[in-house]
């Protein structure tokens, strides 16, 4: 697997990347232009500078793992929930045992709220302030 | 650089400009010093909330001589006026007439600079002169690039003035611009040219 394809690093015509557009998951194809800026664009026409892309990649991640930390901790008490259901009910069919899953879904969550406690995500001070999305930034 | 600058003494009359982090006031400023009735086209695009209204062109014409607009898709392209798009939509200018597009965003923003840039140089060619000012991200620097290659000229705030440096810094790097200016260079640079004289004035510096 490859991220930027070999044949950019010469020429200036488009190819296709190995990575998908963060806007739509579409492919995403890169360009090298003027003194060689990199510019991204995919096949419905979202465009992208270097550290968009990795703002958006960044972002993504910070998005996705918060959305596996809510799932686990969803079908954690939806577990419980469901055990509890089923001993008034006597329906044992949906109720469990399912202590086991339950302590490794949450020990699974903590893990992960702990990976993104420790995240620092890709420093772009030095490739001209970026720290947001521009539609933020003014008025 | 300066040597390319006046290289067809024509009448440049299609100004696009582009502005993000810190624009309202740059924008202001720039607009204020264009003359009215000035015999061109101005396009401007400022980075910006798609959920808010901002009321963009009453903002930016309360001190412009020149008429600001909102235009509708569609609308003939005339002399004399700065189009400016309205949240969430893309300015395109072609077949002389200024579009408003939902297509997709650019530099995850919409409206971006790059599609104004982008089809300015494509509708009108060495006609084009490409102005980018204060803000972040990467966004203009393609379309500025695009401008040049259809023979149109590019302008540079100086990131020195500029509030947010970051745009008009990238834009330098990467590319060969024409000039680099303050607000009151920009405006002189564009009667110059909107007159068919060189750029060349008192305000011209060479990129930090």
């Not at chain 2, 396009?43 to 008429?67: M, Y």
Request: glycine residues 10%; charged residues 25%; aromatic residues 4%.
């Amino acid at each position: 697997m490859y991220a930027l394809p070999p044949a950019v690093f010469e020429g200036h015509e488009r190819h296709v990347t190995g990575i998908s557009c963060p806007e739509c998951a579409g492919v995403l194809e890169v360009q090298r232009e003027g003194h060689g800026n990199l510019r991204f664009l995919c096949c419905v026409g979202h465009t992208l500078s270097v550290d968009e892309l990795l703002v958006a990649k960044e972002d993504k991640i910070e998005t996705d793992m918060w959305a596996t930390v809510r799932a686990h901790e969803e079908l954690v008490v939806l577990l419980q929930d469901l055990g509890v259901y089923a001993r008034r009910h006597g329906r044992t069919q949906i109720g469990g045992p399912h202590d086991d899953r339950i302590t490794q879904a949450r020990d699974h969550a903590q893990r992960i709220r702990a990976i993104l406690d420790e995240k620092r995500p890709v420093d772009l001070s030095g490739m001209g302030d970026l720290a947001a999305p521009p539609a933020s930034l003014s008025l | 650089m300066s040597g390319a600058i006046d290289r067809n003494a024509r009448a440049r009359d299609v100004i696009t400009v582009g502005a993000s982090a810190g624009g309202v006031q740059a924008l202001t400023q720039l607009l204020a010093k264009l003359p009215a009735g000035l015999p061109a086209i101005v396009g401007v695009v400022l980075h910006r909330s798609p959920h808010i209204e901002s009321r963009l062109p009453f903002v930016l014409g309360r001190r412009a001589a020149i008429k600001v607009v909102e235009p509708a898709s569609g609308d003939l392209l005339e002399q004399g006026v700065a189009y400016v798009p309205p949240r969430d939509q893309h300015l395109i200018f072609q077949d002389g007439r200024a579009y408003l597009s939902r297509g997709p965003r650019e530099h995850l923003t919409r409206p971006a600079i790059d599609p104004l840039f982008r089809s300015a140089a494509a509708a009108f060619g060495p006609r084009v002169v490409g102005v980018l000012l204060t803000g972040y991200g990467g966004d203009g620097v393609p379309g500025l690039i695009s401008i040049k290659a259809a023979g149109g000229i590019s302008l540079v705030q100086d990131p020195r003035e500029a509030t947010h440096p970051a745009m008009p810094q990238r834009a330098i790097a990467e590319d060969d611009v024409d000039a680099v200016l303050t607000l009151d260079g920009i405006a002189a640079a564009i009667v110059n040219l909107v007159e068919g004289r060189p750029l060349r004035g008192e305000h011209d510096e060479v990129p930090a």
